[in-house]
């Protein structure tokens, strides 16, 4: 079984009960810097990880010229993306933008993710992100890099202090734009049984009780597999991803983990569910006319939809997440209980044998 699978955003946090539950980092391109800037705060197994997919991902983009070869008709001229990673009790959230380093070379960008244990989507919408939007704009303003990593200390001191006092379940409890979105696909059901459809055909890798993804030597995109979604009209990104995302999780095992890359301003989001094959990053910055998005794909679908997926629809009409998964037909309770009782079995203590070895840098 993977490494990625058994430990990604599954640390022994029990295991340091007075470790900081909040870590901020950043990585990428930034003018303070003559080449990449030095990784800043990078201190969870989970945070060193992320980062090595997503760079290794954009990298393997640049090196194989895919964006360059696919033509402005189909890519994104910039990045301008927000992050969110989860995965039952754990987060990583988080903002990218187009950069430039010391020399101007400007590939890259610059990315800024933080690692959340015990905080609700709900505080990390209304806290982190926000507080994320200034310090990108402070990292823009400023070309010394030692204004950078003061920029990040202050943020991270600043959203320590404002977490809340009782852990929560971030994943799971969180209604951010669920309302909105079960009222969208209420209206019109037919892009979201498209959705379906979608994943019922070419997802049962990730279904509930289903470990193929995680076992095995890996393949090219054997263990991921890419959706390109719409936001819903009118709400934030936090709204469109967490409605998503949660959604998603009521569907899939939920102890696989869910990407989401949400580019501000524009009309849909992608979800890289699984462990990222570096060619999954091409998504970053494709437009709808290199990768349609799910919910647009003319499938044919029966006049009358099947037991299961009528169920999930009608989860969606009362306004709320299904109960149960489309797959399985298990109630996400269930799934979620089995969920965390295979995790729990692989939290081997790397979190806190890093921080005894290095402590923390903020």
Not at 138 to 150: D, M, N
Not at 152 to 180: C, I, M, T, Y
Not at 228 to 246: C, D, K, Q
Not at 279 to 291: G, Q
Request: charged fraction near 20%.
């Amino acid at each position: 079984m993977k490494d990625f699978a058994k430990n990604f955003l599954n640390q022994d946090w029990k295991a340091m009960p007075d470790a900081p539950r909040f870590y901020l980092s950043a990585f990428g391109k930034h003018p303070g810097w003559n080449d990449h800037l030095d990784d800043i705060g990078l201190v969870t197994d989970s945070l060193i990880n992320a980062r090595a997919m997503i760079y290794d991902g954009i990298a393997h983009q640049i090196e194989s010229a895919s964006w360059e070869r696919a033509g402005p008709a189909k890519v994104a001229p910039t990045f301008d993306h927000v992050i969110h990673w989860r995965r039952l009790h754990e987060s990583l959230t988080g903002r990218m933008w187009s950069s430039r380093d010391g020399k101007g070379r400007s590939l890259y960008p610059m990315i800024t993710l933080a690692h959340c244990v015990g905080q609700s989507f709900s505080w990390q919408a209304t806290e982190l992100l926000p507080e994320l939007e200034q310090v990108g704009e402070k990292c823009r303003g400023t070309t010394v890099g030692i204004s950078v990593v003061a920029i990040l200390n202050a943020a991270q001191e600043s959203l320590r202090a404002r977490l809340p006092a009782k852990a929560a379940k971030p994943n799971l409890d969180s209604d951010v734009g669920v309302k909105a979105w079960a009222a969208h696909f209420s209206q019109n059901a037919d892009p979201l049984r498209r959705v379906l459809h979608h994943l019922q055909a070419n997802f049962a890798l990730f279904a509930p009780g289903n470990l193929e993804w995680c076992e095995g030597k890996k393949q090219s995109h054997a263990h991921s597999r890419c959706l390109r979604l719409p936001v819903v009209p009118g709400a934030t990104p936090a709204e469109s991803l967490n409605a998503w995302l949660s959604f998603l999780g009521t569907q899939f095992d939920p102890a696989v983990p869910l990407l989401g890359l949400l580019p501000v301003g524009q009309n849909w989001l992608d979800v890289i569910v699984g462990e990222p094959d570096p060619a999954d990053l091409f998504h970053l910055r494709t437009l709808p006319a290199a990768a349609p998005l799910v919910s647009d794909i003319p499938y044919q679908l029966e006049p009358a939809p099947s037991a299961l997926v009528a169920r999930v629809l009608a989860s969606v009409g009362h306004g709320q997440l299904p109960d149960i998964s489309c797959f399985n037909g298990a109630t996400v309770e269930a799934n979620q209980a089995a969920a965390a009782k295979w995790l729990s079995k692989f939290r081997l203590g790397f979190f806190s044998r890093l921080l005894r070895s290095t402590g923390s840098p903020f």
